[in-house]
Nanobody, 125 residues
Framework: QVQLVESGGGLVQAGGSLRLSCAASGGTFRSYAMGWFRQAPGKEREFVADISWNGGNTDYADSVKGRFTISRDNAKNTVWLQMNSLKPEDTAVYYC??????????????????WGQGTQVTVSS
């Protein structure tokens, strides 16, 4: 059983920065690809970023490229999402997720097996 706990969300002004953390336990973290997704009220869950099991490959949604950075430290069982130049449209609940096997695209929510509880990010104008 894999448990994921996000933290670091909050209220920030447009143009500001936040760093989200996701702490994993109960599994073999170093074997998992990890992803960040977000969901705004009334909207579908949206892919944000993903990172391969060893951190060697990352992918980003076009909407966040150049502004967000995903990283991980397998020794700490932690993945981060550094968010810079935040915009009001980034406002959402952000979720981290673990992909425990190789099948499926990392940009698709259905490819992930475990999810955190989410952390709220609100960007004011």
């Amino acid at each position: 059983q894999v448990q994921l706990v996000e933290s670091g969300g909050g209220l920030v002004q447009a143009g500001g920065s936040l760093r989200l953390s996701c702490a994993a336990s109960g599994g073999t973290f170093r074997s998992y690809a990890m992803g960040w997704f977000r969901q705004a009220p009334g909207k579908e869950r949206e892919f944000v970023a993903d990172i391969s099991w060893n951190g060697g490959n990352t992918d980003y949604a076009d909407s966040v490229k150049g502004r967000f950075t995903i990283s991980r430290d397998n020794a700490k069982n932690t993945v981060w999402l550094q968010m810079n130049s935040l915009k009001p449209e980034d406002t959402a609940v952000y979720y981290c997720a673990a992909k425990t096997y190789g099948l499926g695209l990392k940009s698709m929510a259905r490819s992930y097996d475990y999810w955190g509880q989410g952390t709220q990010v609100t960007v004011s104008s």
